[in-house]
């Protein structure tokens, strides 16, 4: 299996900028495609980006632009730099990894998970 931690999250301003982390371990070789999700109360969770083991990135098109997905193989950590955040960004955000190697994978697809990190983003 491959666990998954996320580190970094925190309280930024509006307009300001944070990094999240997740670094993997175990059986990281199943980790084909990375991607981090974010979850508000009362909403499903929704995918951010994904990223495979090349590089090649997949983004919502609603983030593309303010948030940056990267993968350093080496470490096993894959990162999430997010720019210009708004209080709607405010969310559980979570790293995942899954075999699959599209790009697209659905979120049930993903077969771990890390347990969440908060971003809070306010005036």
């Known amino acids: 299996q491959v666990q998954l931690v996320e580190s970094g999250g925190g309280a930024v301003q509006i307009g300001g900028s944070l990094s999240v982390s997740c670094v993997a371990s175990?059986?990281?070789?199943?980790?084909?495609?990375m991607g981090w999700f974010r979850q508000v109360p009362g909403k499903e969770r929704e995918l951010i980006a994904a990223i495979n083991r090349f590089g090649v990135t997949h983004y919502t098109e609603a983030l593309k632009g303010r948030f940056n997905i990267s993968r350093d193989n080496a470490k096993n950590t894959l990162y999430l730099q997010m720019n210009d955040l708004k209080p709607e960004d405010t969310a559980v955000y979570y790293c995942?990894?899954?075999?699959?190697?599209?790009?697209?994978?659905?979120?049930?697809?993903?077969?771990?998970w890390g347990p969440g990190t908060q971003v809070t983003v306010s005036s």
């Open positions: 175990g059986r990281t070789y199943l980790s084909s495609v």
């Open positions: 995942a990894a899954t075999r699959s190697q599209g790009l697209q994978t659905p979120r049930q697809d993903y077969d771990f």
